[in-house]
T-cell receptor, first 114, second 120 residues
Framework: AQSVAQPEDQVNVAEGNPLTVKCTYS??????LFWYVQYPNRGLQFLLK??????LVKGSYGFEAEFNKSQTSFHLKKPSALVSDSALYFC????????????FGAGTRLFVKA | GAVVSQHPSWVICKSGTSVKIECRSL??????MFWYRQFPKQSLMLMAT?????????EQGVEKDKFLINHASLTLSTLTVTSAHPEDSSFYIC????????????????FGPGTRLTVT
């Protein structure tokens, strides 16, 4: 069975500092990994995905994530945080066994202080 | 880019009535759509997978007679909450899988903006 863990309910970071939002996963086959962002009372916005290839994936708004197979992790990073990055971030996973069911982590709320 | 719309964006209804929420893929065809439910400050919980022309597949614990899903065309899926109760109040989000293969889009699912349902 697939599962996703986001160990931090909340991450606080000062504007201009680097940020990391953690995610670990478990799947039966090879993972397809995704990061989404959600602003209050809005749907999900796609940030980036890992399907195959380079372990470092670059996405929207300056975000990137690194796939680490040995640690089964897919942490979201940004070199310099902006106040406008404050939102709820979800990590999600799907496996390559043919199904298309995507499982979401519990979410991590990011607060960026000016 | 691929766009998924939901209608209505918010709805208030009285207990005991039924509410229909529409999910449309605007610029692509979607054989598969998904319905999620999100409680305040919580993650998205997959309710069901909707396949065009066939019955929906419901996740464990989701009452299929209460949450009726119809996927009548490649661009439209509907979720009807029957005999709604206050505990059904939630944020409902649909997503759609792009049927096309161009540019790797088939790996992605696109999310609608969500529908906030309040049952009084």
């Amino acid at each position: 069975a697939q599962s996703v863990a986001q160990p931090e309910d909340q991450v606080n970071v000062a504007e201009g500092n680097p940020l990391t939002v953690k995610c670990t996963y478990s799947v039966s086959g090879n993972p397809y990994l995704f990061w989404y962002v959600q602003y209050p009372n809005r749907g999900l916005q796609f940030l980036l995905k890992y399907i195959t290839g380079d372990n470092l994936v670059k996405g929207s708004y300056g975000f990137e994530a690194e796939f680490n197979k040995s640690q089964t992790s897919f942490h979201l990073k940004k070199p310099s945080a902006l106040v406008s990055d404050s939102a709820l971030y979800f990590c999600a996973v799907r496996d390559d066994t043919g199904g298309f069911k995507t499982i979401f982590g519990a979410g991590t709320r990011l607060f960026v202080k000016a | 880019g691929a766009v998924v719309s939901q209608h209505p964006s918010w709805v208030i209804c009285k207990s005991g009535t039924s509410v229909k929420i529409e999910c449309r893929s605007l610029d692509f065809q979607a054989t598969t759509m998904f319905w999620y439910r999100q409680f305040p400050k919580q993650s998205l919980m997959l309710m069901a997978t909707s396949n065009e022309g066939s019955k929906a597949t419901y996740e464990q614990g989701v009452e299929k007679d209460k949450f009726l899903i119809n996927h009548a065309s490649l661009t439209l899926s509907t979720l009807t909450v029957t005999s709604a109760h206050p505990e059904d109040s939630s944020f409902y989000i649909c997503s759609a899988r792009d049927l096309g293969l161009a540019g790797g889009r088939s790996y992605e699912q696109y999310f609608g903006p969500g529908t906030r349902l309040t049952v009084t």
